[in-house]
């Protein structure tokens, strides 16, 4: 099986749309630019989403339009509905990312629709998107359990997992909106999915309420996963799934993976730069757990590397 890791750092949405300090699109715009200097493979830059409901991601149409041509990270943008697509396709993303639910409850409170009518808007989506030669990620939020509505089936998960990638959706990444996961549910349910559907399709996306995120990660990485959603310095958390804080750190993620022998192609060096941004723009984010001890260890490698410099001439 693969060693590279594909990592997407969703901090510029995920993370920044439930800060209590609204940052602006040109510094929202650094945090992105700092990412895809670390070489971050896949960065989620904004959502196209009501004003109203999220006043955090306005802005993300200047965005994706001051975003270097040239960068090799895929920018992708998060939406709910037809109109979010419009908007970003005139924005002119490449990819778009679309939330399906497990629970009737979350549904209602993120977009105010049915589980099905969510579904029903994302196979229009998926119908306009390989038309219009668009990547569409599909997340299946609260897959692991829901604040609303509590545990879920996993026979729910499955279904809505088969029926898209049944239908051509890109990835399927199964969101563990609010932390509740443990790592021995991750391996059961990633078990279950891959035995129908391999595992290049499948993600993972883990938030780190209690603690678990990068134990999930451990967990869904052993279980075959080679996608995982993370957020710079841990920022994040949903404005409608209360008790979810931030994503897991991605720092400790590309840390843990790296340590592993897993290849992420992420600079840490500039992964650092682009944890402290986040911390100094936001004033909140928590930075990774484990950033003292890599700052430490890049310093002390950065002096070998002078010291055998040295040596050489
Ligand atoms: N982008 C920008 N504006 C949008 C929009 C979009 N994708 N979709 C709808 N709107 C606007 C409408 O034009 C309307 O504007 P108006 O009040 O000025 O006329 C307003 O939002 C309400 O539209 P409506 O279709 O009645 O939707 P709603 O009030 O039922 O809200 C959503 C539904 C999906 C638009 C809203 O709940 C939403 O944006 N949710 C996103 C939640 C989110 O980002 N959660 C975190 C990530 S999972
Ligand atoms: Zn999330």
Redesign the pocket.
Known sequence: MSDRVIITDVGP??GL?NQQKILSPSERLRLINALSKAGVPVIEVG????????PA?VGTDEIVGSLTADSKSLYTA????????E?AVKAGVKSVTM?LYASESMAQK????SMLQAEDVTVDILRCAKQDELEVIT?V?VAFGCPFDGPIDPSVVAQVTGKFLALDADRVVLAD?IGAANPLQVRELITKLTKTHGTEKLGCHFHDTRAMGVANVFAAVESGIRHFDASIAGLGG???APGATGNVATEDVVMMLEQMGFDTGIDLNDLMAASDLAVQLTGTAPGGRSKVWLKRYLAEQAERETTAQYAIN
Do not use: E, H, W
């Open positions: 949405r995920d749309q959502s196209f989403v009501s004003p109203k409901a999220v991601m998060l939406i709910p509905n037809m109109k979010g697509y908007l939330v993120n977009v105010n629709m997340i939020s909106t949903c404005p409608f």
